[in-house]
């Protein structure tokens, strides 16, 4: 029973944290789908407060997460828990029911599930969550209080220092569609060669002297029979490319997506989804952008969702001259989680993406430093991501030898 115990405190524990991480890593995608529910369950007047909750949400579960998989408070950790996952098994039963938003956002941009695949998913864990519960007082830490204490602390900060860079900067991991690397024009090719295609089960009613029958394909009666009705079902979806809502268009509403995408220059696209939101600290980076790209002869444009004529009054009041195009704000959102935020792109294969805050300066505008950069992103990204949690391990190793470690072999 102790091996059992150990497991499912240790199982939940990687569920929480895991689910604290990928919401932590993207508080904005955390906080868009915080609106979605406030507006379905009719609390617009909660939308302001939106990303609060998305940090806070992360947060919370990445400290239980990680208080369970380090065995600190744990008799209290438990019950908060089961009381986290019994309260979020109920709400996806009856988002499953009423299906308000299509995908739960549990999750993140990580793993995407239906409703029911996440209630589903919540009876799973739901078994060894109670068994933690139920064996709560069987468990006992090694370490002294104020250890334990440290460590949720530690935990909570960690979660927030991810939020905190993510939102500042851009996701650290990203898990979307419009990721470094991606081809738009691949990823959205419904035609490719060897794809899965749609399967379908066909069955045929006929009727004879009064009584009606079911047949397959490959087992018709013969002409005695009278066809009824042909009832055809699809069995599996096969392949549904990953980018389905890039559609881009001019002012006169003419689509100019594959004009944009079989460009052969390198490409700054600047996405604003909502020209009235963006920061003021923003403009500078704009200019910058429509003035040296250009000159070094790259294809520049905005893209964003906001009124024609609130973009047309915005650029004349900023005298700026770039091309500006329009598209749908969920998918402006998607792309890049920075309003505004700017993409790199030779011929739709997306090398880098900035914060508006993080675009490089003028002297590293050229295409040889630009595409320097998109070369080094993702090492860079995944080398710091990965030396951080190295450190705050060795860091969070020193602290519990040194402060909370009682027995050293208990």
């Not at 979307?176 to 090719?189: C, E, F, K, P």
């Not at 490319?241 to 268009?249: A, D, K, R, V």
């Not at 594959?258 to 939101?277: G, H, Q, S």
């Not at 998918?331 to 920075?338: E, W």
Request: with cysteine; hydrophobic share 45%.
């Amino acid at each position: 029973m102790k091996l059992l115990r150990n497991f499912s405190r240790l199982l939940i524990g990687i569920l929480f944290i895991f689910s604290g991480f990928v919401k932590a890593v993207d508080p904005l995608g955390s906080t868009y789908k915080f609106t979605d529910y406030f507006m379905a369950f009719g609390m617009d007047w909660l939308s302001p407060a939106a990303l609060f909750f998305a940090v806070a949400l992360s947060a919370v579960e990445f400290a239980i997460g990680f208080a369970l998989i380090n065995n600190v408070f744990t008799r209290v950790i438990s019950v908060i828990m089961f009381i986290f996952m019994s309260f979020f098994t109920v709400l996806t039963f009856y988002l499953a029911l009423t299906n308000p938003v299509t995908d739960c956002g549990c999750f993140g941009d990580a793993i995407k599930l239906t409703n029911w695949q996440t209630f589903y998913k919540n009876l799973v864990f739901m078994i060894p969550a109670s068994i933690v519960f139920w064996k709560r007082n069987h468990f006992a830490s090694c370490f002294n209080r104020g250890a334990q204490l440290i460590i949720v602390i530690i935990g909570v900060l960690i979660s927030l220092y991810i939020s905190k860079q993510s939102y500042n900067h851009l996701p650290a991991v990203d898990f979307r569609a419009y990721n470094v690397g991606t081809d738009i024009r691949l990823g959205m090719s419904e035609e490719l060669q060897g794809a899965p295609q749609p399967q379908f089960e066909t069955k045929i009613v006929y009727e004879k002297d009064g009584e009606q029958k079911t047949f397959t394909t490959d087992n018709l009666p013969d002409s005695t029979w009278q066809w009824v009705e042909t009832i055809s079902k699809q069995i599996e979806k096969g392949y549904e490319p990953p980018i389905q809502n890039f559609h881009l268009t001019d002012r006169s509403k003419q689509d100019v997506t594959d004009m944009v995408l079989n460009d052969e220059r390198f490409t700054l696209m600047v996405v604003a989804y909502d020209i009235e939101k963006m920061p003021e600290e923003s403009y500078t980076t704009l200019h910058r952008i429509s003035d040296i790209g250009e000159a070094n002869g790259f294809q520049v444009f905005m893209v964003t969702a906001s009124n024609p004529a609130d973009v047309n009054q915005f650029k004349r009041d900023q005298s700026l001259m770039t091309t500006t195009y329009f598209a749908d704000p969920i998918t402006l959102k998607t792309i890049v989680r920075s309003n505004p935020g700017i993409v790199f792109m030779k011929s739709g294969l997306i090398l880098k993406k900035w914060h508006f805050d993080d675009f490089p300066g003028a002297n590293k505008m050229d295409e040889y430093n630009l595409y320097k950069a998109s070369l080094e992103s993702k090492n860079n990204d995944t080398l710091m991501l990965t030396g951080f949690f190295i450190l705050i391990w060795m860091l969070l190793s020193a602290i519990f030898e040194i402060v909370g470690f009682k027995s050293r072999y208990s």
